[in-house]
């Protein structure tokens, strides 16, 4: 079992920057796959980056390429999501997401979620 809480959400113009934490609970943090997945109103969940427990892969949208980074610190049972270069369309609530295996674009195969955290990007 895995929970998840992230934390790091707020208000931001745009062009700032934002980064959002994910603190995890459990022993066996380091052998999951970490992602990001963001859900705006009346939109689809939609995935937004992942990294594998090793930290040798990592995959994003294209619509956050060149401006997102995520990261982990297996010691630290923490992933983390650096946000650059904000724009209003990345306004949405955002997901941490643990999956046991490789990572998915789906939302639907990953095992655990957190509560989610708000981002508002204003013009």
């Known amino acids: 079992q895995v929970q998840l809480g992230e934390s790091g959400g707020g208000l931001v113009q745009a062009g700032g920057s934002l980064r959002l934490s994910c603190a995890a609970s459990?022993?066996?943090?380091?052998?999951?796959?970490m992602g990001w997945f963001r859900q705006a109103p009346g939109k689809e969940r939609e995935f937004v980056a992942a990294i594998t427990w090793s930290s040798g892969s990592r995959g994003y949208a294209d619509s956050v390429k060149g401006r997102f980074t995520i990261s982990r610190d297996n010691a630290k049972n923490t992933v983390y999501l650096q946000m650059n270069s904000l724009k209003p369309e990345d306004t949405a609530v955002y997901y941490c997401?643990?999956?046991?295996?490789?990572?998915?674009?789906?939302?639907?195969?990953?095992?655990?979620w957190g509560q989610g955290t708000q981002v508002t990007v204003s013009s």
């Open positions: 459990g022993r066996t943090f380091s052998s999951f796959t």
């Open positions: 997401a643990a999956n046991k295996g490789y990572y998915s674009h789906n939302p639907d195969p990953w095992d655990y």
